[in-house]
């Protein structure tokens, strides 16, 4: 099958953007990931025109969904390119972006400094030993299983890096600490950041939920979170 | 005033020596082209050895040790290997105190499973997510550290090359992957713990930006490599987006079991070769069974006989990868499987405390060659990165210094490497360094990495020098043309140094154990 790739360009923050077109003739089973992989692999690389392009800047590490790093915009929605396989894709072009609410880097590489600034804001750690309770094993699990890949701020309306609400990440990582601390002031400090920089934030559209690429059980957690740290649970 | 530790890597080993050289007083620098949720640690699947005996098998920290002497083939360093398996039984305790969650087995009992190369059950786990688990928990932890300002992370940024005066270490030179900006960053060690090599192969198991490349600089600049030839082949792997996705030891050690087929028939070749261990033999001894029968036959791994709740409740994360990469539903349908690169077992060259070749220079983690010789045990691997890195970071915090300051550092950046040139160097590497080896397509490797240039190939020329220099069959590294094992002349560390003009090869005997 023959795909036309369609991909925003821009080589750093201060140069202008553009949008350039390639030409991929593989199996709709590839995954973006390894389109990008190929066409980086071209030497050289050309487009559409026929003009030689600098190679594609995005980031990879794992390819199977358990890094996080390849999240971008995929016909406009933001998934992981190594588990978005282009048979599920409606048509024959693909069109990839950065995301929109992170500070551009290069070509679909954003800076996402403030994911992991945020949690550090929450005071996201254990101040004692973990508690072990046994009944809450599986949204533990869960919580910790997030990828930190950033897709549910990206469609979140409330979520802007000059704001204060840290968004869905901050709700479902604060639920395994939360339900562990013993240490009654840190939980206390947790909790009151986590009013400030989620609860009172958090619109409920729900969005983060559906669109986590590893389908974290996200309303769960936060309704969770939101129990521990607003109502004392 | 404090010692300066940077720490080069933020994966479990990096982030393990961050809190143990915190524990010792030290302030640490901790650099990462990516933040530690990208690190390969989180792809680390199956678990953790520690001879915990909650199994009521009889299990104790000798028995790991020999089962972990024994499948490296006497290679790896006895002292270290003692350490490692000693102190494993607590440092699962200490994970589980800082909130990882392994699956237990009653109230309190951390459950284990049966792994390849171990009779007894010792492989502690969360799900088939053990890595990625343990690496939340850690990130956690030291995020409290980044909090007080004692571990200062230099995510999105890169190392470059060391800061030397002669063979003393003063901190290293680094770039923002983001601004392009270079600069110099002092301390009194430098602990590396880059990870594997795999960017020297492009296709395997582990990360892809694992690259190699801080090895590879570190080589240039006469730090010697150790084992380079062993590198580890994975059973059961499966093609996937142009590198090879990994199916967990766990699925045989919760009952998957091999087949090809003979005589028209399902033929369970492990467990008919090797009817005490089967499908749970050593890693090196099933990949190279599977490489075999597959030219001739498929090799399949049938998960269809384990219970559905283990699936659910121990390989959920394997079940879905299946579905997702391969759509497969394994517990209907076999996955067809063939070995994969997946790790290296060899790597900068330490001793028992993790000291390198030049002082302040530690390294830890998969980058450097320790604890698992010729052959790693699955389970040994996250286990080594966490007990690597607390010794590195000790022997660090307690050794480290003396910079003569009045030595202006020497700095010379390597250039970066091209895409084109790096899939050149993969493919040489991918066709001479195969499950099983021979002189020819060895000299051929060598001769063609010399037509290209930069430390890649350089570091790529030391592993192909290695295993020519080999000439005998040991855990990983199997000749065809000199099948057996020869104790006389190679129960030794191979050894490749780079003296900036050649690469010698020497072999260096085995420490002996105190």
Known sequence: MVYKIRIRRQENRKSDRYWQEFEFDGSENSSVASVLNELNSRSPLKDNSGNIAAPIGWECGCMVRKCGACAMLINGLPRLACSTFLNTLRGTTITLEPFSKFPLVRDLIVDRSILFENLKKLNLWLDSEAYMNPWTHEPRYQSARCLMCGCCLEVCPNFHTDGTFAGAIAAVNAFRILNEEQEATHKNEISAEYKEKYFEGCGKSLSCHDICPIRLPVEELLVRSNAAAIWGK | ?514
């Open chain 2, 1 to 514: 005033m404090s010692k300066t530790i940077i720490i080069i890597g933020a994966g479990l080993a990096g982030l393990s020596a961050a809190l143990q050289a915190m524990e010792n007083g030290c302030d640490v620098k901790l650099v990462s082209p990516f933040p530690s949720e990208r690190a390969q640690s989180v792809m680390a699947e199956g678990g953790i050895n520690a001879a915990l005996n909650t199994k009521d098998e009889k299990d104790s920290p000798e028995e790991h040790f020999a089962d972990t002497i024994k499948a490296a083939g006497g290679l790896a360093d006895p002292n270290a290997v003692w350490g490692m398996t000693q102190a494993a039984p607590e440092l699962v305790h200490w994970l589980l105190k800082l909130g990882v969650l392994f699956n237990m087995s009653g109230y309190d009992d951390v459950d284990l499973r049966n792994f390849g190369g171990q009779k007894k059950k010792r492989t502690a786990f969360a799900q088939s997510d053990t890595g990625k688990q343990i690496m939340t928990a850690m990130i956690d932890a030291v995020r409290q550290k980044e909090a007080a300002g004692t571990v200062e992370r230099f995510s999105h940024h890169s190392f470059l090359t060391l800061r030397l005066c002669g063979n003393v270490c003063s901190g290293c030179v680094i770039r923002d992957e983001y601004s392009q900006e270079i600069m110099e960053l002092p301390g009194d060690a430098v602990i590396i713990a880059s990870g594997g090599m795999h960017g020297l192969f492009g296709n395997t198991t582990g990360s892809l930006s694992n690259t190699g490349e801080v090895t590879a600089e570190l080589f240039r600049l006469g730090v010697p490599l150790a084992n380079g030839e062993m590198i580890q082949y994975h059973p059961t792997t499966v093609e996937c987006s142009g590198k090879r996705m990994l199916i967990s030891e766990a699925a045989r050690g919760e009952g998957g079991r091999l087949f090809a087929t003979k005589d028209g028939q399902r033929w369970y070749f492990m467990e008919e070769k090797y009817p005490e261990m089967g499908n749970l033999m050593p890693r090196d001894i099933t990949a190279r069974e599977i490489w075999r029968i597959s030219q001739e036959s498929e090799v399949f791994l049938d998960m269809t006989e384990i219970p559905k709740e283990i699936i659910s409740d121990k390989l959920s994360g394997l079940a879905d990868d299946c579905m997702t990469y391969l759509h497969k539903d394994i517990q209907t349908e076999p996955v067809p499987v063939l070995p994969g690169i997946h790790y290296f077992m060899g790597g900068i060259l330490v001793d028992e405390h993790h000291r390198t070749s030049i002082q302040n220079l530690y390294a830890a983690g998969e980058c450097c060659a320790q604890y698992h010789g010729a052959n790693r045990l699955g389970g040994n691997s996250l286990l080594g990165a966490l007990y690597g890195g607390r010794v590195a970071a000790k022997s660090a915090c307690e050794q480290a210094g003396g910079v003569n300051l009045s030595c202006a550092a020497q700095i010379d950046i390597p250039s970066a490497p091209q895409i084109a040139a790096t899939k050149q160097l993969n493919k040489i590497m991918q066709e001479a360094l195969g499950v099983v080896r021979n002189e020819d397509r060895l000299l051929k490797g060598i001769q063609a990495v010399q037509t290209l240039t930069g430390n890649l190939p350089l570091l790529g020329s030391a592993i192909l020098n290695s295993a020519l220099a080999r000439k005998e069959s040991r855990g990983a590294h199997w000749r065809e043309d000199y099948p057996k094992r020869n104790d006389r002349d190679y129960l030794k560390t191979t050894v490749a140094r780079f003296d900036g003009k050649q690469i010698q090869i020497s072999f260096v005997p085995i420490p002996e154990r105190r």
